[in-house]
């Protein structure tokens, strides 16, 4: 009996063990150009690719070029959300982080109810070069599990 039920427990979790695991990623991008002028949004993809349908396995003997065509990889079916700018014309605006703040976790709360837990978050930046440069933005992205 004992054997039965390890048996069946065991086997109950190497089944669950082994089921597909689904991943989501939510993007914000936070313009800090100055003056207000740059765009800031969160980007939620709504359309699935298979990163096989693009990718190319480069050996010693076969080295060809990936061929995939670029019109073919990009997505139009997405969720954008408007955010504010760090910046306006009076320089960093405090009340607009705030403000992404708020719907950024606005984001981030729905995706939890609808079952998704995040498992990490990257962040990176291109910040104003100089007199010339006039770009700059803070990008975030949030990885999202599926929970079963």
Request: hydrophobic share 50%; charged share 20%; no cysteine.
């Given at each position: 009996m004992k054997k039965s039920l390890f048996t069946l427990l065991f086997t109950v979790l190497a089944a669950t063990a082994a089921q597909?695991?689904?991943?989501k990623i939510i993007t914000t991008v936070e313009s800090i150009v100055p003056s207000g002028l740059g765009r800031s949004r969160?980007?939620?993809?709504?359309?699935?690719?298979d990163y096989k349908e693009f990718a190319t396995v480069q050996t010693e003997e076969d080295n060809s070029r990936n061929k995939a065509d670029r019109s073919d990889i990009r997505v139009k079916d997405f969720e954008e959300t408007k955010l504010l700018n760090f910046y306006n014309i009076a320089g960093i605006r405090f009340q607009?982080?705030?403000?992404?703040?708020a719907l950024i976790s606005s984001k981030l709360t729905a995706m939890a109810a609808e079952g998704w837990e995040?498992?990490?978050?990257?962040?990176?930046v291109e910040a104003d070069a100089g007199d010339k440069d006039g770009q700059g933005i803070f990008i975030t992205r949030?990885?999202?599990k599926k929970v079963n």
């Open positions: 597909a695991q689904e991943f969160i980007i939620d993809g709504n359309a699935d690719r607009n982080i705030a403000a992404n703040d995040l498992v990490f978050v990257t962040s990176g949030y990885v999202f």
